[in-house]
């Protein structure tokens, strides 16, 4: 980055989907709290996960990015948390059981609190109030009060994400992820449906040969790779104030770091190469996303390349692709086309959920399942037309038994969202739904 970076240059640029602070002098004494606060993660970890994530860019190992559509304050569970790790625990194993491609997997999770909305402010009858912008910004409940922008929820923002990492950082290191207790990790309603039963039989190969290793004398407790597993963290860098106050600069190489998560990504609404956020970040040294709508050109995509990774470091840069289910096939191709002939060193994922979003009948923000699978069909089909290689998926999902997308083996209807329908913003996948996008996303990484 050039020497005119700071962690508050991006004041200079224009910055999208930034609320309206109720108190701008709360908010300027609620940064200078942040700033003195410990930071979230440590750099290493996050050059680690470049690391990681170049093997991606270079087409040997595949991204699972996964988690809430946005975390909230009220939904704040010791349970919660294990529940949706479980999911991706078990997504990963399957994916790697079937594929034999190491999965490098990141949460959407302990920081994913803020939402862009395509409106500022939303109309109930002859009311209208401003949007809700993400537990980190206000509260959903349709009330003048409930709206209002409040600072001093960046600082609950900061408190619940570091005790999230910090059971992550327990379950995933503290024995929970061991491969021994694979089928640990099948919840009991999803272990008696037909992809909890599918599982167990992955589980039970692994079963297997954990068993024939340890006639070997290799067990899980004495292999770290077996008893240990990585999960890193992630969000949308939106509210760019709190990221500045989390960004520091690394004792050991002097870079800047955000550190307030491993990864961050910038979303399709405030991803303008003269704005803000894409200044912000290209200024950080973690690994980021990049979104990707259907309205991008190859130029855009080539600038974005150049501004956000000029030093073509691979892992780096992620592309997360949301073109839509219908558009994926025809709006894709030339984007990897030119990437590729740029030899710009990209991880691609696929972000299935947020091209197939609509308003059911019953009035719920709904997706079908068949449309994001079709979608990851539609990813796989152009990267293999461009010897490109599918680099991942980034998935909205909830450990929870939970009605919000339609179809799947449950065949979940309209009429039946309403029964668990909890999101604070978009549809999420449920458990059992989770698990059956693994097995097929499996079974087109299959060599
Ligand atoms: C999201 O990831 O929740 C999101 C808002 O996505 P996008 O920026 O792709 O619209
Ligand atoms: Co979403």
């Not at 019953?362 to 089909?381: M, N, P, Q, W, Y």
Request: aromatic fraction near 8%; hydrophobic fraction near 40%.
């Amino acid at each position: 980055m050039t020497t005119d970076w700071s962690p508050t240059s991006w004041h200079d640029f224009p910055a999208a989907q930034q609320p309206q602070w109720a108190d701008q002098a709360a908010f300027d004494a609620v940064i200078g709290t942040l700033g003195s606060l410990p930071p979230l993660v440590f750099a290493g970890e996050a050059r680690r996960l470049t690391a990681d994530l170049g093997k991606v860019a270079q087409g040997e190992a595949f991204l699972l990015q996964a988690g809430d559509c946005a975390e909230s304050f009220d939904a704040f569970s010791a349970d919660g948390i294990r529940d949706k790790l479980k999911v991706i625990l078990q997504m990963a194993v399957v994916l790697m059981y079937s594929s034999g491609v190491p999965v490098v997997k990141v949460g959407r999770i302990a920081g994913q609190f803020a939402k862009p909305r395509s409106a500022d402010d939303e109309t109930i009858g002859d009311v209208t109030l401003p949007s809700f912008r993400g537990h980190m910004v206000n509260d959903i409940a349709f009330t003048g009060e409930a709206r209002v922008a409040d600072p001093q929820r960046l600082i609950t923002a900061y408190h619940q994400s570091a005790s999230t990492l910090n059971l992550v950082r327990a379950f995933t290191k503290g024995g929970f992820g061991d491969l021994s207790r694979v089928h640990a990790w099948n919840q009991e309603f999803v272990a008696s449906s037909a992809e909890g039963q599918r599982y167990e039989e992955v589980a039970a190969g692994i079963e297997r040969a954990l068993q024939f290793m340890a006639a070997c004398g290799v067990t899980t407790e004495s292999t770290p790779q077996l008893h240990t597993v990585d999960v890193s963290t992630s969000h949308e860098a939106l509210i760019l104030g709190y990221e500045e106050a989390l960004t520091r600069r690394d004792s050991l190489t002097d870079e800047w770091y955000d550190c307030s998560a491993h990864m961050l990504w910038i979303g399709e609404r405030t991803r303008q190469l003269d704005g803000a956020h894409v200044h912000f970040l290209a200024g950080v040294r973690n690994p980021i996303g990049c979104k990707i709508g259907p309205s991008v050109s190859a130029d855009e995509v080539l600038a974005l390349c150049e501004a956000l990774n000029p030093e073509r470091i691979p892992g780096r840069l992620t592309l997360i692709t949301r073109m839509g289910a219908d558009k994926v096939g025809e709006r894709l191709p030339p984007l990897l086309r030119a990437v590729r002939d740029a030899g710009h060193p990209v991880a691609w994922a696929c972000d299935p959920m947020h091209g197939n979003t609509f308003t059911a009948p019953s009035g719920r923000k709904t997706r079908h399942f068949d449309d994001v699978l079709r979608e990851i069909a539609g990813f796989f089909e152009a990267h293999r037309s461009c010897g490109t290689w599918p680099g991942g998926v980034h998935i909205e999902l909830t450990g929870d038994n939970v009605t919000e997308c339609l179809g799947g083996a449950e065949e979940i209807l309209d009429a039946d969202l309403g029964t668990r329908y909890e999101t604070m913003c978009d549809p999420r996948l449920n458990a059992r739904q989770s698990l059956d996008l693994a097995f097929r996303v499996a079974e087109l990484l299959r060599p």
